[in-house]
């Protein structure tokens, strides 16, 4: 069946540092990519997200990038801070469908 | 602003009870979704609904049911609680597949 994998399952970055989250998809019909950020005690939410009709997309300290030939996409964070430690879950969704995967989420710790 | 909300934030039931959990959403979505969370695991869909009275089961849908009779309101069902379900269940609610999903606080429920 279809399935997202997330790596590292959990990541340790200094302040200020960069941090780098990859997911694989499985299902080559996929073509919406969500990145949602669950903080501690919190619901998750969206961060950015990319279609399959583009290879990368950035906002302010975030982005992510998208290779559809080897069905990776990646969330990168730029000039990590304190607040950015949370849960991370990357997904992939076929909007022909209706069921969204998701990854197993990396968790971010940010050291000050 | 979007509001997914769910009938409660704890809930401690016995082995063997009825439970019902209940998801509301106030953004008119056609599409929403109950997820469980475990540690490890990330987010595992059990069901979704697409419609009023339409569901399809997800990864996980052996031991919970659904129901859809409003399209505002999407409940979870577990028949006969066991042990095994004690979890996180989160919902979540979108306007269609392409589009984010939004998520209620979750409801940890304990079966013992």
């Known amino acids: 069946g279809e399935n997202v994998e997330q790596h590292p399952s959990t990541l340790s970055v200094q302040e200020g540092d960069s941090a780098v989250i990859k997911c694989t998809y499985s299902?080559?019909?996929?073509?919406?990519f969500p990145w949602y950020k669950q903080e501690l005690g919190k619901r998750p939410q969206l961060i950015i997200d990319?279609?399959?009709?583009?290879g990368e997309k950035k906002d302010q300290r975030i982005a992510v990038t998208l290779n559809k030939t080897a069905k990776h996409f990646s969330l990168h964070i730029t000039e990590t801070q304190p607040e950015d430690s949370a849960v991370y879950f990357c997904?992939?969704?076929?909007?022909?469908?209706?069921?969204?995967?998701f990854g197993a989420g990396t968790r971010l710790f940010v050291k000050a | 602003d979007v509001k997914v909300t769910q009938s409660s934030r704890y809930l401690v039931k016995r082995t063997g009870e009825k439970v019902f959990l209940e998801c509301v959403q106030d953004?008119?979505?056609?599409?929403m979704f109950w997820y469980r969370q475990d540690p490890g695991l990330g987010l595992r869909l059990i069901y979704f609904?697409?419609?009023?009275?339409?569901?399809e089961k997800g990864d996980i849908p052996e031991g919970y049911s659904v129901s859809r009779e409003k399209k505002e309101r999407f409940s979870l069902i577990l028949e006969s609680a066991s042990t095994n379900q004690t979890s996180m269940y989160l919902c979540?609610?979108?306007?269609?597949?392409?589009?984010?999903?939004?998520f209620g606080p979750g409801t940890r429920l304990t079966v013992t």
């Open positions: 979540a609610s979108s306007r269609d597949s392409s589009r984010e999903q939004y």
């Open positions: 299902d080559s019909a996929s073509n919406y």
């Open positions: 990319i279609r399959s009709n583009v």
């Open positions: 997904a992939a969704t076929y909007t022909g469908g209706f069921k969204t995967i």
């Open positions: 953004m008119d979505h056609e599409n």
């Open positions: 609904s697409y419609d009023v009275k339409m569901k």
